[in-house]
């Protein structure tokens, strides 16, 4: 019995058994974060060029539209399908002489259920807002 009890045999195996559920949660949420830090950066960069873009356009009546086509035109295949822009500018009787602010939401789904249960779902929304001079 004394031998039995002193066994080694399998001792790894149940190590590994108690870390690979912790490893596997610590792998799937790194993966989740850089593919959502990545769109997060998507996103503030389309919203930019959508400024930059808003700032320099000079038909007013058309920015709505002409700049989300850029902004589209710019987005990679990550947030591209579901992106959705707002111009708006701060003086709307003579908008050349205010800024233009350019809100840019974009959704992206996690890639594992990490994210998905500890943040309350699969999809996240990712807002990034820049103004800028007209002009």
Excluded at 97 to 123: N, Q, W
Aim: include cysteine.
């Amino acid at each position: 019995m004394c031998r039995f009890l002193k066994d080694e045999n399998g001792q790894a195996v149940v190590e590994f058994a108690l870390v690979a559920p912790l490893l596997l949660l610590i792998i799937c949420g790194t993966i989740d974060f850089g593919w959502i830090f990545s769109a997060k950066i998507a996103t503030d960069s389309c919203a930019r060029e959508g400024a930059r873009f808003a700032a320099s356009w000079t038909n007013y009546e058309t920015a709505q539209t002409e700049t989300a086509n850029k902004v589209r035109s710019v987005a990679n295949n990550m947030i591209k399908d579901n992106i959705k822009t707002v111009v708006s500018y701060s003086n709307a009787d003579n908008p050349a002489a205010g800024d233009v602010s350019v809100v840019v939401v974009s959704e992206v789904r996690a890639l594992t259920i990490v994210a998905h249960t500890i943040f309350g779902g699969p999809v996240f929304e990712l807002k990034s807002a820049v103004t800028m001079k007209v002009g």
